[in-house]
């Protein structure tokens, strides 16, 4: 990384199981995935000396990571939690090459865990402040509030919003992790049931619990490993950070600045990409997600989903695993996952052939934060 | 103002009052739309702050307001979050631009959801829902 001494690697990434999981707490799901991706790393947990974690949406409790560290029975000398909602976990990855830098710590455990499928999932349908009184409930609304925009301004229509959902889906259905393995067709995406239009029940990700980790080290460090290291390029952040119906133009993201941040950092540009891991709670996101990083011009993000351009053996694959929208609804730790399994070859039947450079996108709100990275073989 | 039965249900959703905001639900009871203009720079905000947002100034202070805009963008919700919009369903929230220079979200209810489009004048619509409190909406303009 430029402006950084030194490379800095993902050496090991594990989950839990995603869906409905009954029984297994906010902390099972953070503590597991964690152990999972020191297994996978060749690690062992007394090796750990960082944990950082994102706070569960559903119930966002205080001192999270040091709740983790504890359950881990680790010490850290490096731990937080990091509050940018869905982009918290590339943040975090910032966070800790930023403390592997500094040489506060040599290996750096990234986690996220939540329950709200099988505990409490109030909080997705919770109305916000004084938006309650005029009846928009749920993320689903606003983030339609966005497509309706972005049809308005740019022409992107239904059934491109369905190609998002099929291509997916599709995806998934090559991923024995997937919470919906069962393929969808344009029929199908017509059937299902509106929720706030124009998004129908397909455009919406689920509500799954689920856990994944990841750890990071140095590149030095990462040469010793179980696995062949996955080299961390480029970092970029963007914020609109505005309420969303209060932002300037609705139909724009933090993908723009933030992809350009990352591109910059890394040296690299949109055609070096050989594939996508975009944060899709909704099929608007990665329409425009993918348009403000320059994969396309702004506007025509719709079109990029179309001909089955984004499926596995297409121009440029899009989410792998079938993404939020069909492998497991929580806020983008698994999107690392899946980029990490894609660069080393384990993508199975979804595998993307000459996987070498990938790029992996979050954001959180109501697309009011934005976090890109760009991961490659090295 | 007499409480329609069909807007009561909605009195649960009301904000507890707090120093801030009291003048805008006590518009609203009033039958006026209330919003605060900042003195120094005349910005017009929503919602209410003891400072202006655009210059930082202290003087911030409330105007009855017209409240006429466009819609900027719209949903139509079906999903039944709420027993007191269930029945209204399908009806449509909308992001309004205000003349003034805010935006705001607002209920529109009454129309037929296929006729609402981006860029439709609306003015606003207060209905009672208590006795001594109201809900902001919006409605077509009158041509």
């Known amino acids: 990384m430029k402006g950084i001494e030194g490379r800095y690697c993902i050496v090991g990434v594990g989950q839990t199981p995603y869906g409905k999981v009954p ?6 799901h953070n503590v597991l995935a964690i152990r999972n991706a020191i297994d996978d790393a060749g690690l062992t947990a007394e090796d750990i000396d960082g944990v950082l974690t994102k706070a569960p949406t559903s119930t966002f409790p205080m001192l999270w990571a040091p709740k983790v560290a504890e359950a881990l029975r680790i010490t850290p000398k490096v731990t937080g939690t990091l509050d940018q909602a869905g982009a918290s976990n590339i943040g975090l990855i910032q966070y800790a090459i930023s403390a ?48 309706r925009r972005h049809m308005y301004e ?39 049931r509106f ?44 914020h609109p950070a505005w309420d969303f119906f209060r932002r300037g133009d609705l139909a724009s993201s933090g993908a723009a600045v933030s992809g350009e941040a990352a591109f ?6 949109p055609k070096d990409i050989d594939f996508c891991e975009v944060y899709d709670c909704f099929t608007i996101v990665p329409i425009v997600t993918i348009e403000e990083y320059g994969f396309c011009a702004k506007g025509e993000g719709g079109a990029f989903f179309e001909d089955q351009r984004t499926h596995v053996g297409g121009e440029l694959p899009i989410n792998t ?45 109501i697309m009011t934060t934005h976090a890109t990275m760009i991961v490659s073989k090295g | 103002m007499a409480v329609d039965p069909s807007f009561a249900p909605m009195a649960e959703l009301l904000p507890e009052p707090t120093a801030l905001n009291a003048p805008y639900w006590e518009g609203l009871a009033a ?93 606003p619509r207060i209905e009672a829902v208590t006795d001594d409190s109201a809900i902001l909406l919006f409605e077509p303009e009158a041509s």
């Not at chain 1, 509500?207 to 010793?224: H, L, P």
């Open chain 1, 321 to 365: 695993s079938g993404g939020l929208l069909s492998e497991t609804g929580m806020p983008g730790t698994q999107l690392v996952v899946e980029a990490v399994r894609q660069i080393r070859g384990e993508g199975g039947p979804r595998q993307v052939e000459g996987a070498e450079v990938g790029l992996v996108s979050q954001q959180g709100g």
């Open chain 1, 100 to 147: 592997l830098a500094l040489g506060q710590a040599n290996y750096i455990a990234i986690s996220y865990g939540d329950n709200p499928r099988s505990g409490t999932r109030a909080t997705y349908a919770r109305p916000r402040g004084d938006d309650a009184a005029a009846g928009l409930f749920g993320a689903p609304s606003s983030y339609a509030m966005i497509a």
């Open chain 2, 31 to 123: 039958g006026e739309l209330r919003i605060q203009q900042c003195s120094a720079c005349d910005t017009y905000q929503q919602p209410p702050e003891s400072f202006c947002y655009a210059c930082g100034s202290s003087a911030v202070a409330w105007k009855t307001v017209p409240g006429h805009g466009q819609v900027y963008s719209f949903v139509v919700v079906h999903q039944p979050y709420h027993v007191a919009f269930r029945d209204r369903l399908p009806y449509v929230v909308a992001t309004i631009q205000l003349d003034e220079g805010p935006r705001v979200l607002g209920p529109i209810f009454d129309v037929d959801p296929s006729s609402m489009a981006i860029g439709t004048r609306v003015q």
């Open chain 1, 23 to 28: 029984g297994m707490s906010q902390l099972a």
């Open chain 1, 195 to 238: 929720v706030a239009e124009p998004f129908r029940l397909l455009d919406c990700c689920p509500v799954s619990d689920g856990g994944a980790a990841y750890i990071i080290t140095t590149e030095e460090r990462a040469k010793d490993l179980a696995k062949d290291p996955v080299y961390i390029e480029g970092i970029g952040q963007g």
């Open chain 1, 154 to 192: 740019y022409g992107t229509t239904q059934d491109q919003l369905a190609n998002v959902a099929i291509a997916h889906r599709h995806h998934a259905s090559m991923n024995p992790n997937a919470v919906f393995q069962d393929p969808i067709t344009r029929e199908d995406y017509e059937n299902s």
């Open chain 1, 264 to 269: 910059r950092n890394a040296g690299l540009g």
